[in-house]
């Protein structure tokens, strides 16, 4: 069975950091692209970010951009989620995905930005 474990989150002031990470099991790890989405109370998941199967290339949605750095550890099935310039509008639920498969996401992690 597939399983993703995010866990990194918490309470940050605006203009804050945090970083994710993901712990991937059931599969092999390498052979995916993964993804971040996020879910904020009340509203529909949102895409954050993907990144390649090797490499290193990633992309981003337009509200993260220049803040949020994607990467990976191949060898230890990790995926990371580096969150730097919190603002409120980044409060959500935060998980990660093989591929761009939301109902692939097992537990996520809750991302509290205020002050």
């Known amino acids: 069975d597939v399983q993703l474990q995010a866990s990194g989150g918490g309470l940050v002031q605006p203009g804050g950091s945090l970083r994710l990470s993901c712990v991937a099991s059931?599969?092999?790890?390498?052979?995916?692209?993964m993804s971040w989405f996020r879910q904020a109370s009340g509203e529909g998941p949102e895409w954050v970010s993907s990144?390649?199967?090797?490499?290193?290339?990633?992309a981003y949605a337009d509200s993260v951009k220049g803040r949020f750095t994607t990467s990976r550890d191949n060898a230890e099935n990790t995926l990371y989620l580096q969150m730097n310039s919190l603002k409120p509008e980044d409060t959500a639920v935060y998980y990660c995905?093989?591929?761009?498969?939301?109902?692939?996401r097992g537990q996520g992690t809750l991302v509290t930005v205020s002050s």
């Open positions: 995905t093989r591929q761009s498969d939301f109902r692939s």
């Open positions: 059931g599969f092999t790890f390498s052979n995916y692209t």
């Open positions: 990144i390649a199967r090797v490499g290193g290339t990633a």
